[in-house]
């Protein structure tokens, strides 16, 4: 038997059908912005595998990071031992971080990371005596990861709630953010969010957003005032801030971190995706001295969350080195770069009868159709193409590698737009 057909036998791949797999291509290699085929086909990616190999792959940096910690030590207990990988990371981290941020917890996903920061949430105003401030807010249309809680304060439809109603908590929703980046702030946009933090707040332990761009659940941009409204309501009301910076985190949206478009800070932030350059699984929670203080007042007297591979020296090291590249501050020329070039070559897009929408923000170009795409026929004709797009429902997006060139960055536009043709 082949190796696709085990795979399609065999084996679960995100989202997908066991009766009915999507199709699937076997990767030899990848190197820079290819990804190169057993078939022999090389493909331009445009997706920096979810988010995540800001830098290309197999970069020089990177691999000897990773060389160089594999022959120290790969895994330690982080339970009384700690580790250089580990202290350098959340020393680069909290560097990085908007202003407040004080305390690392290291996890293993982006989706335990918004675990650990939605229990830190609800630790923290038990441990202050208020256990009634237990909900979450959040707006529509957000992703937040597969987990429970996770997905509890996912978007309510496409998060599938309804087939999980009897075991999800059920949180608070305010209607997604509708003014776009770049237009004029409505008032009107805000509005419901308050009325819910009037009538809620001494329910509400925090309030979960992706800033600046809503990704999974619908690669939405929205204005940073929302961002910025967000924050003065959790002041005014008491309810912590959660910003889930996993995908936007790392320069993606043409900041640092999406919450720079809006100039605040959070009380708990989650990073993950782009944090190893897309070698390994690795995520972090930060957050305030006083959410930490706060979490460690009274019983249990300790933060409640330990994963077995809590701090990986491998994915620490490779990480650190991939902060250190980031540090070098090219990507804001990169993805002031292909914001240019998106904008000149992906809005004609916009001109096709099925597209309702071209939004482009840094290194994020998408294009949204009236129809849900046909993601099996659409990836074969970018395969065909020689490029890697992965649609889904009716969204045809790309943020790839910040390396990508002009030339490339073309190849990945002209596949969209002639897919959708
Ligand atoms: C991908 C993502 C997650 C989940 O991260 P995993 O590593 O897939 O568990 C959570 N929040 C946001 C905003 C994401 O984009």
Redesign the pocket.
């Known amino acids: 038997m082949s190796n696709i057909e085990f795979d399609k036998r065999h084996i679960w791949h995100p989202y997908t059908s066991s009766v009915n797999p999507l199709p699937c291509y076997e990767v030899a290699g990848a190197q820079g912005v290819n990804i190169q085929l057993t078939s022999g086909e090389t493909l331009i990616d445009g997706m920096s595998s979810?988010?995540a190999a800001i830098h290309g792959y197999n970069h020089p940096r990177l691999n000897q990071a990773a060389h160089e910690q594999v022959d120290k030590f790969s895994h330690v207990m982080f339970g009384g031992l700690t580790h250089e990988p580990a202290v350098n990371v959340c020393r680069q981290l909290l560097d990085m971080a908007p202003a407040g941020m004080e305390r690392v917890f290291l996890a293993d996903?982006?989706?335990?990371s918004?675990e650990v920061a939605l229990k830190m949430a609800l630790q923290y105003w038990a441990c202050q005596g208020r256990p009634d401030k237990h909900k979450i807010v959040t707006p529509r249309n957000g992703?937040?990861?597969?987990t429970f809680a996770?997905m509890s304060v996912c978007d309510p439809v496409n998060g599938m709630h309804s087939l999980f109603s009897g075991v999800l908590t059920k949180q608070l929703f305010a209607p997604a953010p509708q003014t776009r980046f770049g237009q004029t702030f409505s008032e009107d946009d805000i509005l419901p969010l308050e009325e819910l933090f009037a009538s809620h707040h001494h329910e509400m332990a925090a309030l979960i957003i992706?800033p600046v761009v809503q990704?999974?659940g619908g690669m939405r941009i929205y204005h940073p005032e929302y961002l910025r409204r967000c924050r003065q309501l959790c002041d005014n009301y008491d309810v912590l801030l959660i910003c889930?910076e996993?995908?936007t985190g790392f320069g993606r949206t043409g900041k640092l971190f999406g919450v720079d478009h809006a100039q605040i800070s959070p009380d708990i932030m989650?990073v993950?995706?782009a944090l190893t350059g897309g070698y390994m699984?690795l995520?972090a929670t930060m957050c305030t001295e006083d959410v930490a203080l706060g979490v460690c007042q009274g019983e249990p007297g300790v933060f409640m969350h330990g994963p077995t591979y809590m701090g990986n020296p491998l994915a620490c090291a490779v990480a650190s080195a991939s902060l250190a590249l980031v540090s070098e501050n090219h990507w804001q020329q990169q993805t002031r770069d292909i914001e240019t070039q998106l904008k000149a070559e992906l809005l004609r897009c916009a001109q096709l009868e099925q597209v309702k929408e071209v939004r482009i923000l840094g290194a994020i170009g998408v294009v949204e159709t009236h129809q849900p795409v046909d993601v099996a026929r659409l990836q074969r004709s970018f395969v065909k193409n020689g490029v890697w797009i992965r649609p889904f429902n009716k969204l045809v997006y790309i943020m790839p590698p910040y390396i990508i060139q002009p030339d490339e960055l073309s190849q990945l536009t002209s596949a969209i737009y002639h897919a959708l043709k």
């Open positions: 979810w988010w996903s982006g989706s335990v918004v992703y937040h990861g597969d996770a992706e990704g999974a889930d996993i995908a989650c993950g995706k699984t995520a």
